[in-house]
């Protein structure tokens, strides 16, 4: 199993220690992989802080390690590991015990802003050039050496991205997810003016508590991380049906959690009783809505029970996105996936997550950051999201509408049994409450159908695109139970997730196209007989 840094692999080896039987555990070796310092080439590789760590293991081992990897999102992303391989394939990059004593390595703690005041374009940071190498926009800015390292690289490695404005990249993404940067032009060398306003509602928040990882269950690890860090070990709450690594990482690192799975009133007032009873927890972690069922939770009530009470709340956005909703005036950290439709190309992964500067664990939270957090967002994967994310909201408006004439299509349906769409849940109000003015209800719905047979025949009729994902700027159309839940189908219908459930993430096309598609697949539902 491969992760970018020897503190994450160490990480692994923990869980498996503390998961594994002990003979199985003994199995465990590391392996770090660093860049050579002493070969030329390094001065222009060392912005990337190229590492790979290795944790190998037998193979009575390896479920207990993949487990860390899936629930963790600690692993490395593919353009990593392309890099990383191309570096050892020609000896630079090689294991770290062979580093000469003395040479310390370049540590990824993240960008210099968070180490201490500092302007965005400040240090040389190397950079590979589209064009000649050492010039952008006509002039030099490289000093001979530098520029035949660069050369080197570009030429070995075929790289043509512009790493001096990787800085500007991961700043700009940041800015979008606040709310701060509606631009779509393309980024530029010049550093970003200060940020003034946002759309989240908080005056106060800065960049700073902006904090960017490699997916969204990375950054749904690293939130419940650096609350366990803050707070202590305490139980969390899983308030709604989850996406399935949510709840695994709450039950499987650190003390447990307790699952309330239908993120209903009922189940408010059950929590509430709890919490009357002297019961104490680290925090509450929802979607919004939830995912397959578009559930809302009442965040208005959990605010309360949570000053009142002392936990934390988290939301998890990606479904709702924040250009629909604002849901960190309710939340201490707000997380989502820019996997999803804030990438839309399904060509780059990508994990946030804001701390609320008014929270009453800000303070504890941004030290255990400053204490614990690396930086292990690879370049190019930050160059590719800021260039994916820069038509986000046009996009969402697109999503959007796209989703409510598919709905009008579904809803009359006697085929259907029940559709899931925030505008049409029980649910509807807790979205409201939230909902920005101009926002939509998302990309995202759900249809179960009256029969098994009949929810076989449309998924196998519909003409778009079938996969596990959500947020593609095309349709995606999933049985969605049967992938994430097979093993537990009766498990997941005790919380009103049937089998027969159908999700779909709604694309960009054009509108009359899609709604075609739709009928088209129903009336072959229609029509389809009963399977032996």
């Given amino acids: 199993m ?19 039987p002990p003979a199985v555990a003994a199995s465990l070796s590391l392996v770090h992989l660093a860049l050579d310092v002493t070969s030329p080439a390094s001065k222009a590789l060392e912005f990337f802080c190229p590492a790979i760590s290795a944790v190998l293991c037998s193979q009575e081992a390896f479920p207990f390690a993949k487990q860390y990897w899936q629930h963790a999102g600690d692993g490395v992303s593919s353009r990593r590991a392309e890099f990383c391989h191309g570096l050892f394939k020609d000896g630079l990059l090689v294991r770290a015990d062979d580093v000469p004593k003395g040479v ?14 500092q302007s965005l374009d ?24 530098v520029q035949e390292s660069s050369r080197f690289v570009e ?14 990249a991961k700043s700009a993404i940041r800015r979008r997810i606040a709310g701060a940067l509606r631009s779509d032009k393309e980024l530029s ?76 009133e009922s189940d408010l007032d059950s929590l509430e009783a709890q919490l009357e009873a002297g019961e104490r927890f680290l925090a509450v972690f929802c979607e919004f809505p939830g995912n397959p069922l578009l559930t809302c939770p009442n965040l208005t009530r959990i605010r309360q029970l949570a000053d009142k009470y002392d936990f934390a709340v988290v939301v998890d956005e990606t479904i709702g996105t924040f250009a629909n909703i604002n849901v960190l005036q309710f939340s201490d950290i707000v997380v989502s996936s820019l ?28 030290e255990t950051a400053r204490r614990e957090f690396e930086d292990t967002y690879w370049p190019e994967d930050a160059i590719f999201m800021e260039r994916n994310s820069r038509d986000f909201a046009s996009r969402i408006d697109r999503a959007n509408a796209n989703a409510e ?14 559709l899931y769409y925030p505008r049409y849940n029980e649910s509807c109000p807790n979205y409201e409450a939230v909902r920005l003015p101009g926002g939509g209800y998302g990309g995202l719905l759900s249809i179960v159908f009256h029969s098994y047979d009949k929810a076989m025949a449309f998924y196998d009729a519909i003409e778009t695109a079938k996969g596990p994902s959500l947020g593609t700027n095309f349709t995606l159309t999933s049985p969605y139970v049967l992938l994430a839940h097979y093993q537990e189908l009766e498990w997941a219908a005790s919380f009103g997730v049937e089998p027969s459930l159908v999700r779909i993430s709604v694309g960009l096309e054009e509108t009359d196209q899609l709604v075609g598609v739709f009928r088209s697949a129903l009336k072959a539902a229609e029509e389809s007989t009963a399977r032996k």
Avoid: W
């Fill in 104 to 117: 310390a390595q370049k540590p990824c703690r993240g960008p210099r802003r968070y180490q201490r005041p």
């Fill in 122 to 145: 400040a240090g040389t940071a190397p950079y590979l050039t589209n064009g000649s190498p050492g010039k952008q926009n006509g002039a030099v800015r490289r000093v001979p050496e």
């Fill in 405 to 418: 004439a598919i709905c009008q299509v579904i809803r009359p349906n006697p085929l259907i049994k029940t």
């Fill in 339 to 366: 996997t999803k439709i804030f990438s839309g190309d399904c060509n780059v992964m990508g994990g946030s997550a804001i701390f609320n500067p008014n929270s009453r664990y800000y303070a504890i939270l941004k």
């Fill in 189 to 264: 060398a010049s550093p970003l003016p200060a940020m003034e306003d946002n759309t989240r509602g908080i005056a106060n928040l800065k960049e700073e508590d902006i904090y960017l990882f490699p997916c969204g269950m990375n950054a749904i690890f690293n939130a419940h991380r650096a609350l366990l860090g803050a707070r202590g070990a305490m139980k969390s709450i899983n308030f709604g049906f989850p996406y399935v690594d949510t709840l695994k990482i709450l039950e499987k690192f650190g003390p447990g959690c307790v699952f309330y799975g239908h993120a209903s």
């Fill in 155 to 168: 030429e070995r490695f075929g790289r043509n991205l512009d790493v001096s404005l990787v800085e500007h």
């Fill in 2 to 20: 491969l992760f970018p840094t020897r503190q994450i692999a160490a990480r692994c080896v923990a869980f498996v220690e503390s998961h594994a």
